[in-house]
């Protein structure tokens, strides 16, 4: 299969089997959003909506997360895991937004990968999903189906964004984006992945 019909037939089968893929964390706005993807690091989305949903009834704006403090921002948040850390960046990025951004989160890569704890991919998710910029934000199962199937060498995470941004149209990425992270999930996993199995990696073996 040459990269021209394997690109199609990888877009067809996600069309197919996730038409309209909602977005896994739960939020309200662009603050919620960013705080929600720095939980979701080694953490599963449906742990980060049970947590998120006692935070956010205590705190959901900058201003409301400084005052809660960042000692019971990790009592609250630590069925995520490594909740000192991500207390520590919960609460410097919302002081920063309050101090810099008027309690704004900013629309810009620049600006979002400088507040604490935000990288780059933290920043592409809320880029494409709240503010409607194109972006191709890669987690470690959009990375390892990439390489899977033969779009990326599987070098870096960057260099699958790049793979992955001149493989698809740009107006996909936000849905193809989605649609990886739920076919990985479903049918790709990491461990026990077995190839002849896989609806996608059956046919497009290399």
Request: net charge positive; aromatic share 8%; with cysteine.
């Amino acid at each position: 299969m040459n990269a021209k019909k394997k690109i199609q037939f990888i877009s067809e089968k996600l069309d197919e089997l996730f038409p309209n893929p909602p977005i896994p964390l739960d939020h309200t706005d662009a603050y919620t959003m960013l705080v929600a993807v720095v939980l979701s690091a080694q953490c599963t989305d449906i742990r980060v909506n049970q947590v998120t949903k006692v935070l956010f009834k205590k705190a959901n704006t900058p201003a409301a997360m400084v005052k809660l403090g960042q000692k019971r921002i990790a009592e609250i948040i630590k069925p995520c895991g490594f909740f000192n850390t991500k207390s520590a960046g919960i609460y410097n990025l919302s002081k920063t937004l309050v101090e810099k951004y008027n309690g704004e989160v900013p629309h810009s890569f620049e600006e979002l990968e400088k507040l604490p704890s935000v990288g780059h991919k933290t920043a592409s998710v809320v880029m494409s999903h709240i503010f409607k910029v194109p972006a191709f934000p890669v987690d470690t199962h959009i990375h390892r189906l990439a390489e899977r199937w033969g779009l990326s060498d599987g070098s870096s995470v960057e260099k699958t964004e790049k793979d992955l941004k001149k493989a698809f149209p740009e107006n996909e990425w936000e849905k193809r984006h989605l649609q990886i992270i739920y076919f990985g999930r479903t049918y790709c996993k990491a461990r026990g992945h077995k190839a002849e199995e896989c609806p996608i990696c059956s046919a497009v073996r290399i």
